[in-house]
């Protein structure tokens, strides 16, 4: 397997993608946002020292990776509301339809109650008035004319009768005219309730047109992101052999600061005359330890990126990130982590603007992509003295320190020998070699 030394940050840069982001009810956006801030992150942790292009066509994957899954759970969920609401809205038809039949049967019944009113009225109406008007003058007519007791009683018999049988038809007319308001009062619920079933139908209806063009959006937004998918893939891999190449360029440049410290140091040994120049290696100094820090903070500013180990899943390669990266704005400035003397002091192709400052006893330190460099080759420095200010020059994707620790040439992992609090003010513990803070 091949190891690449590779310098990065993780500084995010705008890409200029149209992504549709279609929301959801139920999903959460801040997840959303991380998750894609996340997939950026290490996009431009692998990639930095990638072309522009391959650069901008990774993080536009690593942004459509993010989005992605929401999207799809988007989608998901609008197809099931979808779903749901056209089954609604078919049982809200259906009952609609029905509750219409029940109006229809109960206005029929209401229109048969109301005709047996007016045939009862009609049939009994004249016959009971005329009863009425002569029921006086036929009982005493028919008492007065009897002839013997018995057809008294006859006839007082017969007129009870016909008073009966007149209550009787006056009985089942009354009898209609309930029958009759009952149907008129079935009806006037039973229109009601189809009123309101057809209302509620209607609402279902345009409830599930509105869903199926939630659908149809979130199906586009996803086909969207399916195709800036398939475009950055493209791009990214146009850009395989130049990305590649630039990958080798860093891993050369890289071994040649390596040479070039091991030779400042083999000169500084050989020297050997003790002038105080800053550098002298009198001190070795204790190796870095956990319960203290023998450098400074070189920027005011927080840790954005590792050193260690990365592998590209893009262009399958693993590299080297030979330092750690300390976010800061630009222009910021940039003090010596220790005092020593200048090795380096100027452009270095990935690295940018990068300086290496030779602490003595094989100890370096080394700042990269500053955005100008404030001291020279030779220059002697003291622990926090300005030597450049924070920027993005050479492979870098935003503006932070790349600092690298190098002990005889070969990079290291900075984290045990800076302050664990990663601040300005935390005053190192021991010193090192050639340091003048401490004499």
Known sequence: MRHRWFTGATATVAIGLLLLTAGSAHADPADDKARVDRELAKAEAALEGATERAQEAVKALAEVKGRLPGAKDALAEAEGILAAARIAAEAATEKAEAAQVVYEKASDKMAAADQAVDDAQETVGDSVSAAYQGLGVVAFSSVLNARSPG????????????????DEALDEVLKAGLVAKERQNETLVAKQEADDAREAAEDAVAAAETRAAEAEAYQAAL???????????????????????????????SERIERMLQAAASSNNGNGNGSGSGDNGNDDGPPPSSHGARLSMPVSGWKSSDFGMRYDPYYNVWQLHAGMDLAAGGGA???????????????????????????????????????SIGVWVGQHVKRGEYIGSVGTTGASTGNHLH???????????PDGWLPGCLCLTAVPRYPIAGDRRFG
């Not at 086909?223 to 893939?233: C, G, I, K």
């Open 151 to 166: 057809e008294v009683v006859d006839r007082l018999t017969y007129v009870d009768k016909l008073a009966d049988s007149q």
């Open 223 to 253: 086909s969207e992101l399916y195709r800036t998918r398939d475009a950055a893939a493209a791009v990214a891999e146009e850009e395989r052999d130049e990305s590649l190449a630039r990958y080798d360029r860093l891993e050369e440049e």
């Open 333 to 371: 400035p940039i003090r010596a982590a220790a005092g020593g003397r200048v090795v380096q002091a100027g452009w270095n192709g990935g690295y940018g603007n990068y300086t290496c400052i030779y602490h003595g006893k094989g100890i370096s330190t080394c700042y990269a992509h500053q955005s």
């Open 403 to 413: 600092f690298e620790v190098r002990v005889n040439g070969s990079p290291v992992n």
